[in-house]
């Protein structure tokens, strides 16, 4: 872990890539790689510098960084929980990017947390930030992920209260590609609960037609 703790501090786009792969195999491999659970400040240290990578412009490096992330995820399930703070404001950022794969890979990593890391409920409330971005594409990622959420774990382990008043903000977002995701979204949250959230909205101040 020493050795990572100094290489993913490398600026040049050929090492990460080298270094990244070299951390996916090494982290795959729980014989060669005690000192993952062992060594917390190396850990602390490289969880950091691959949260830069993820925000990095060059999108090769923060695919990786994805990829190496989630293999983190994986080899530390519930001990990965006290970063998730950090590392999910990247996911947000991500969710924004302007190519596709990057989008896809920082939602799939959001929800491979709540399988390993924590229960869906407790990355929602650190998620829900992303509602209010500066960037629309974050905006409807977030949205997309909560239908996404919805599909694989349904509306139990949930406080869809707590989410619903930012969907209905969303309604009346600047960029219709938003507005259309929270729509998606609100639909999905009935599916689930039915006409509670029709009475819920009513209260809300949307008008019955809509």
Known sequence: MDYFCDQVQQKDVGRRMQVGQELLEYLGDPARSPDVEQDQQSLDKVIDELTAWVN????????LGLDVLGAFVDRLSG??????????L??????GDAKDQVREQAQNLILKLMEKAAPPMYIW???AVGFKHKNYRSREGVCLCLIATLNIYGAQPLILSKLVPHLCTAFGDSNSQVRDAAILAIVE???????????????RGIPPGR
């Not at 990095?56 to 695919?63: D, Q």
């Not at 001990?79 to 999910?88: A, P």
């Open 189 to 203: 949250v009935y599916r689930h609960v039915g006409e509670k959230v029709r009475i819920d909205l009513t209260k």
């Open 56 to 63: 990095s412009s060059n999108f090769k490096v923060a695919l």
């Open 125 to 127: 409330e650190r998620l």
């Open 90 to 95: 990247a996911l947000i950022d991500r969710m």
């Open 79 to 88: 001990r990965f929980k006290s970063y998730i703070g950090t590392v999910l």
